[in-house]
């Protein structure tokens, strides 16, 4: 069983701001320590994306160069969305679990943290309507909660989904840290505050 941070792209064939890779619409990156500057590139873009919208009036006026610009929303609004969150997959048979729909964001990654020690529920969005639900010493994941034809479904012991938990947080943890060293590359007058703002739209600590 694997958990991964994952987040939704969408193909950037006309993106000029900086290096990105080759993806298609509507898939998933996993994000991770592993990625290559292209991709880490494609997702700061996606990430600055989600946020791209024009701040309110306190936020300062937008600037007018196309590089800030598009990183405004990012760097200026105080509650960030990044399109996504974490997959759980079962590798032996290659069923996907859970997987974030439409709306969750990564943001939200320590609902998982509600599951083990709060509420004992969460849901991840829709289409699919991915849930988690804490029964006694187990979790029960199940794919798509409406579907009407049946659901992949699975029960863990909880003591596996913490592992598996701790195990995507640091996934996080170390993306940041080489989007950190990307930033300092390829936007160094806006790197501390793209890793910042990185770290908010993560729900990560940057002293963590």
Same mark, same amino acid.
């Given at each position: 069983?694997?958990?991964q941070? #994952?987040?939704?792209?969408?193909?950037?064939?006309d993106f000029?701001l900086?290096?990105?890779?080759e993806?298609?619409?509507?898939?998933?990156?996993?994000l991770?320590?592993?990625? &290559?500057?292209?991709?880490?590139g494609? +997702?700061?873009? %996606?990430?600055?994306?989600?946020?791209?919208?024009?701040?309110?009036?306190?936020?300062?006026?937008?600037p &007018?160069?196309?590089?800030?610009?598009?990183?405004?929303?990012?760097?200026?609004?105080?509650?960030?969305?990044?399109?996504?969150?974490?997959r759980?997959?079962?590798?032996?048979?290659?069923?996907?679990?859970v997987?974030?729909?439409?709306?969750?964001?990564?943001?939200?990654?320590?609902?998982?943290?509600?599951?083990?020690?709060?509420?004992?529920? +969460?849901?991840?969005?829709?289409?699919?309507?991915?849930?988690?639900? %804490?029964?006694g010493?187990? #979790?029960?994941? &199940?794919?798509?909660?409406?579907?009407k034809?049946?659901?992949?479904?699975?029960?863990?012991?909880?003591a596996?989904? %913490? /592992?598996?938990?701790t195990?995507?947080?640091?996934?996080l943890?170390?993306?940041?840290? #080489? +989007?950190?060293?990307?930033?300092?590359?390829?936007?160094?007058?806006?790197?501390?505050?793209?890793?910042?703002?990185? +770290?908010?739209?993560?729900?990560?600590?940057? /002293?963590?």
């Amino acid at each position: 069983m694997v958990m991964q941070p #994952v987040l939704e792209i969408f193909a950037a064939d006309d993106f000029v701001l900086w290096p990105v890779g080759e993806h298609a619409s509507y898939g998933y990156l996993v994000l991770d320590g592993e990625l &290559t500057p292209a991709e880490v590139g494609t +997702a700061v873009m %996606r990430i600055a994306e989600c946020n791209d919208f024009e701040p309110e009036e306190e936020h300062g006026p937008c600037p &007018t160069d196309p590089l800030g610009a598009f990183l405004h929303g990012l760097l200026t609004m105080p509650d960030l969305f990044a399109a996504g969150g974490f997959r759980v997959t079962d590798i032996d048979t290659g069923t996907v679990l859970v997987e974030p729909g439409c709306c969750n964001g990564l943001e939200t990654w320590r609902d998982w943290l509600e599951v083990l020690d709060g509420t004992g529920c +969460a849901y991840f969005g829709h289409d699919p309507s991915s849930v988690a639900e %804490r029964i006694g010493d187990s #979790v029960r994941l &199940t794919l798509d909660a409406h579907a009407k034809d049946g659901s992949p479904v699975i029960e863990l012991p909880t003591a596996q989904v %913490r /592992t598996l938990v701790t195990g995507a947080h640091q996934d996080l943890r170390d993306f940041l840290g #080489v +989007a950190g060293n990307w930033a300092e590359k390829h936007l160094p007058t806006h790197a501390a505050a793209v890793t910042a703002a990185l +770290a908010r739209a993560l729900d990560l600590e940057l /002293t963590e």
